[in-house]
């Protein structure tokens, strides 16, 4: 380290809240510029980039504001925009400084890498590897095996007792970012998982409150049943629920409150009714996190629920409806037409927009505990998606089947015979919406909100089921 930098880090040290040091669980990949983890231009693997974690910090920083306002006002008059001003003064925005800020170290003694070819059954290393040569494979498409971080959060002032529940949200707001993303990219499909392997305090003012919420890190991990570790990640979350309240001046209010609607945006918040954010563990006996990964992966892919409907492969989808687990999702295999190969689009599309994206509502985590690995499914209930099923004042969800006779040509999926456009909503309240264990018929005269949470249930039910049947065996 330069002589510049070590003067640097020495005036920087007078305001650090905590040192984090953490290490991954699960392959990690960086994406560069152009989302692939190594440069040919610089011929090295992508590092992990502190601005990379701060995105992630402020998803769920904004996310847990929401939630205490939620909280104490029973509705989220707030717009994501209102939200995200509030996140903006602690963590900044292009037009102001933040308050806090992070600084990553990353260790490179000790790093071991992994190739894609390792992980060529996970569906999503699938994906990002289509149409790349076995040589580019091995040298673009690279993961870290093992790393170790250190992650220090700051203040801009000094701490006091006026700015303590500020640092302290700030601080336990980046530890649950860092427990349920990590870091890199393919996060809420597993990849990037991290364990906190200390947590050390140094504003004395905050010693205290670091050193409980250390005190409570030091409790999940040692955690040994599904309960437990569930319990422990809801108490991190009511921490730091606690401190965005106080920060906020809200107040503190009683749990199972009943709220009015369902958000917009994903808020995390615990015990309401509707339950808008879930949280499930899954201890696992498999140890090898690639087939963690591939079982993982295989949960969320409609040829996977059809095999637990025990359904042909090539039957109808339309009751299965994975679109709630995040746009863009559809294909553009090849079809005979004609007698020749030619692709055709299949699948969920916002109208004719193919590319665009929603989040997945719901994602993964894998914690390292004392009872070996455990998954941890959690999702956020919002409208977001209720909105897109009536199309108010938005694009409107829609399915594309193909339907097909046996083809005698190579590399085909079949004969075109037929395109069926529909939009998703008719097709629930034609179709209903299949569980792994029934099929549930949609009254028409429920509401769309009602309809999309159908939906997501049964999402959930098959993700979990699957990863029950694939990880635990």
């Known amino acids: 380290m330069s002589t510049w930098l070590l003067i640097q880090e020495k005036i920087a040290v007078r305001d650090w809240i905590a040192e984090i040091k953490l290490t991954n669980t699960t392959p990690v990949r960086i994406g560069g510029y152009n989302a692939k983890p190594f ?37 989220l008059a707030k717009s994501l925009g209102d939200i995200n001003k ?12 933040s308050e806090f800020f992070i600084q990553t170290t990353f260790k490179l003694n000790g790093v071991s890498y992994i190739e894609s070819r390792e992980l060529e059954n996970v569906p999503r290393v699938k994906l990002v590897t289509m149409g790349l040569t076995n040589d580019e494979k091995r040298r673009i498409e690279r993961y870290y095996r093992s790393l170790s971080l250190r992650v220090v959060i700051g203040a801009r002032k000094s701490i006091e007792e006026d700015n303590k529940d500020a640092a302290m949200f700030a601080l336990s707001s980046l530890i649950i970012s860092l427990i349920f993303s990590g870091i890199g990219s393919i996060t809420t499909r597993g990849f990037g998982k991290l364990k906190i392997i200390d947590i050390e305090p140094r504003s004395p003012t905050l010693r205290n409150e670091v050193d409980n919420l250390g005190q409570l890190l030091k409790e999940l991990y040692q955690q040994d049943s599904e309960q437990g570790i569930t319990r422990k990640l809801k108490d ?22 009943k709220i009015s609607k369902i958000p917009l945006y994903s808020a995390l918040l615990l015990d309401c009714d509707p339950e808008i954010f879930r949280l499930e563990t899954i201890c696992i006996s498999r140890r090898n996190p690639q087939q963690i990964l591939e079982c993982l992966g295989k949960s969320t892919l409609k040829s996977e629920w059809k095999r637990k409907k025990h359904l042909p492969l090539k039957s109808s989808g339309k009751t299965l409806h994975t679109w709630v687990l995040g746009l863009p999702r559809y294909q553009e295999p090849f079809y005979e037409v004609d007698g020749k190969r030619e692709k055709q689009l299949t699948g969920y599309i916002l109208d004719n927009k193919k590319e665009k994206r929603r989040h997945s509502p719901i994602g993964f985590t894998i914690l390292e505990c004392s009872g070996g690995l455990a998954l941890v499914i959690y999702g956020f209930l919002t409208s977001e998606f209720a909105e897109m099923l009536k199309g108010h004042n938005t694009l409107t969800l829609q399915h594309v089947g193909v339907h097909t ?10 004969k075109l015979t037929s395109i069926k456009r529909t939009n998703v909503y008719d097709d629930l309240r034609a179709h209903g919406v299949s569980f792994p264990d029934r099929s549930q018929q949609i009254n028409n005269a429920l509401s769309v909100d009602y309809v999309y949470k159908n939906s997501f249930d049964a999402a959930w039910d098959f993700v979990r089921q699957i990863i029950r049947d694939g990880c635990c065996r």
């Open 39 to 75: 440069s040919n231009t610089l011929n090295l693997m992508e590092e992990p980039r502190t601005q990379s974690i701060k995105g992630l910090w402020r998803w769920w920083a904004r996310a847990i504001l929401a939630g205490a306002v939620l909280r104490s006002e029973r509705s």
């Open 236 to 257: 991190l979350i009511s921490v730091s629920l606690g401190y965005a309240s106080d920060y906020m001046s809200l107040g503190r209010v009683a749990t199972g409150i």
């Open 86 to 97: 509030d996140v903006s003064r602690l963590l900044g925005s292009i037009n102001a400084s």
């Open 405 to 414: 006779t046996g083809s005698s040509l190579r590399g085909v999926i079949g």
